[in-house]
């Protein structure tokens, strides 16, 4: 009987292994337990402004130059919140896209005027190593963004 | 007393430097890479494809999906489906990321491959790893470090760092100086 015990539990630790090798954690990994939905912090950003939440979406880009941002999918269509890291803390693999993620971090808002909101856009456009179209900028606008301290994605 | 004092130098200036040499080596090279990162990707070879394909009528965009890779040749291995707009649906395949306009059939492809032997000098220089590495490239700054100071001291006399040695190394501090004095 205790072989049984003992054997049941080595095998119950080596797919807790396996399962928990699936996944890879970024920065300071993930504390929170509660998620935030992204639809909710899209619809109250101010409310959120600030404070630290959790996120979970399918990772839908990824900064190709330094890894230094990822975008994340809303539980609403067609909807996407971009996940800012501080360059070389973090750095997430481009082959990070179309796997699922969680990621904690701080609400950051933003209102920028049609210059910024054009360099921002001319930016993001260089670190994705695509031509930019300035007119493709529709003016100015809220950024909502989310300040990445820990991620852990699917592999 | 004084022989003895540079001898020991000497060994760990020579030793230090074998130690060192496949870093410094790593280090340098990924250095160049890096520096450029505004004109290239040091890391990975990003492929852009355009193609056009008659997309099947009637089907939803997840079920476009199948036909879509077997249209393209795709036997990478599916990973997800995305539509950021309800006019456009974005594939993800293990190395290549598909964006599909549903209404002219047009496709962008974007095939990443990691640069061998790059990617791997950049992951360490960049310190991706984290952990043990940040301790390792501490160690190495210091034996860098340590390679300087001792580098000053080998040679004695008019050569060494109380006459050609000292101009030299006098430069070498100021031109780090201009450039901050100049951009900074």
């Known amino acids: 009987m205790k072989k049984i015990v003992f054997l049941s539990l080595i095998l119950v630790l080596l797919c807790v292994g396996q399962v928990a090798a699936k996944s890879r954690t970024y920065g300071k990994g993930i504390q929170l337990t509660e998620v935030t939905k992204i639809s909710t912090i899209l619809d109250n950003p101010e409310s959120?402004?600030?404070?630290?939440?959790?996120v979970a979406g399918m990772v839908v880009g990824v900064c190709a130059s330094r890894g230094c941002w990822i975008y994340l999918t809303s539980d609403r269509p067609y909807e996407k919140i971009q996940v800012k890291v501080t360059d070389g803390e973090i750095v997430f693999p481009m082959s990070a896209s179309g796997h699922q993620a969680q990621v904690e971090g701080v609400v950051d808002v933003m209102n920028l005027t049609l210059e910024q909101m054009t360099n921002y856009e001319r930016h993001l456009a260089e670190e994705r190593g695509e031509a930019f179209d300035p007119a493709t900028v529709k003016g100015p606008g809220k950024l909502v963004r989310i300040i990445g301290l820990g991620a852990e994605i699917e592999e | 007393m004084r022989i003895r004092w540079r001898k020991w130098n000497t060994v760990i200036h020579r030793d230090l430097g074998y130690i060192c040499f496949g870093l410094t080596v790593i280090y340098a090279i990924s250095g160049l890479a890096v520096n450029h990162i505004a004109d290239?990707?040091?890391?990975?070879?990003?492929?852009?494809?355009?193609?056009?394909?008659?997309?099947?009528?009637?089907?939803?965009?997840?079920?476009?999906?199948?036909?879509?890779?077997?249209?393209?040749?795709?036997?990478?291995?599916?990973?997800?489906?995305?539509?950021p707009d309800p006019n456009t649906l974005k594939i993800f395949v293990e190395g290549n990321t598909l964006t599909v306009n549903l209404k002219t059939g047009l496709i962008d492809q974007e095939k990443v491959t990691k640069r061998p032997g790059l990617f791997e000098v950049n992951f360490l220089h960049l310190n991706h790893p984290k952990k043990m590495w940040t301790i390792f490239a501490d160690l190495y700054a210091i034996a860098l470090l340590l390679l300087a100071i001792t580098g000053l001291f080998?040679?004695?006399?008019?050569?060494?760092?109380?006459?050609?040695?000292?101009?030299?190394?006098?430069?070498?501090?100021?031109?780090?100086?201009?450039?901050?004095w100049l951009y900074g």
Request: aromatic share 10%.
């Open chain 2, 40 to 83: 290239w990707n040091p890391s990975y070879r990003i492929e852009r494809l355009t193609t056009t394909m008659q997309l099947q009528e009637g089907l939803s965009a997840a079920d476009l999906v199948p036909s879509i890779l077997q249209g393209l040749d795709e036997t990478g291995k599916y990973k997800n489906s995305f539509q």
């Open chain 2, 154 to 180: 080998i040679l004695p006399g008019k050569k060494g760092i109380k006459g050609r040695g000292a101009w030299l190394t006098t430069l070498g501090v100021l031109l780090p100086i201009f450039f901050v």
């Open chain 1, 48 to 54: 959120y402004e600030g404070k630290r939440v959790k």
